[in-house]
């Protein structure tokens, strides 16, 4: 069972952010384990079996890559996806701003909801993101928990447009999909290491870049819900077998 005790403190140093009404997880995935990410995106790469999932995707991108659960957990990334979503959902919920030594903080440990919390990925798949590739904006409506860690960066040229934010992540938290009247967006350059959760009805986007080479991202979907609430339920979907394989 996951306790505020047993994550790691690499993960409670992740930044909440409030920057426009929903908030935003955000930290540094630790370099030993992002070593593992970066070889996982470098072998699903190089794999002739990879499992093509752009079809389950809004995305215009040619390579966008499925990575079952197992593989996840033979690589040693699974467990901190899970305890990152865990601590963010605490966090969200339990407004954790006093010592983990107080009564208080004691207290909401043994609360009903949280001995009954369940967290679980309900997918994860890599971007391999090509000049002039982009996903337009959209949310993840399946799922409670949306988020991405950056891998790598393209080498990224002129793009001759004055107002095109190359290679970004750009997030809306308001109810214009553009963020005109309220300024409610929040652009986010990519930065290799960088991972953020949010809400999955939150509306978002990828922007095109121009220059050489791939951008690439991990990006991933969770559901959560209490066992002993059938109101909150939410199953998971199952990839058990994955989707189908392609060339």
């Not at 426009?20 to 030993?32: D, F, L, Q, S």
């Not at 389950?56 to 659960?69: A, F, N, R, S, W």
């Not at 949010?198 to 951008?215: A, D, I, K, Y």
Request: include cysteine.
């Amino acid at each position: 069972m996951i306790t505020s005790k047993n994550i790691p403190s690499y993960v409670k140093n992740a930044k909440i952010e409030i920057p426009m009404g929903p908030i935003i997880y955000g930290n540094a995935v630790p370099e030993k384990i992002f070593s593992k990410i970066e070889k996982l995106a470098e072998d699903t790469w190089n794999r002739p079996d990879r499992l093509d999932w752009a079809d389950e995707l809004v995305g215009h991108m040619k390579h966008q890559y499925y990575i079952p659960h197992d593989v996840l957990k033979e690589y040693g990334i699974y467990d901190f996806l899970i305890q990152s979503c865990w601590w963010y959902v605490f966090t969200v919920e339990y407004n954790q701003d006093e010592s983990e030594d107080s009564e208080n903080y004691n207290q909401r440990q043994k609360g009903f909801n949280l001995k009954n919390l369940v967290i679980d990925l309900e997918a994860v798949w890599i971007n391999y993101q090509e000049q002039g590739e982009y996903n337009p904006t959209h949310n993840h409506g399946q799922s409670n928990i949306s988020g991405v860690i950056h891998i790598k960066d393209a080498v990224k040229g002129d793009s001759g447009r004055k107002n095109m934010k190359d290679s970004t992540l750009t997030l809306f938290g308001g109810h214009s999909p553009i963020g005109m009247y309220d300024r409610s967006t929040m652009t986010v350059p990519c930065v290799p290491r960088q991972f953020l959760m949010w809400p999955s009805q939150m509306l978002h986007q990828v922007n095109p870049f121009f220059g050489e080479g791939q951008r690439i991202s991990m990006a991933f979907n969770y559901v959560s819900w209490y066992k002993h609430n059938p109101g909150n339920y939410h199953t998971p979907k199952s990839y058990s077998d994955g989707p189908a394989q392609t060339d």
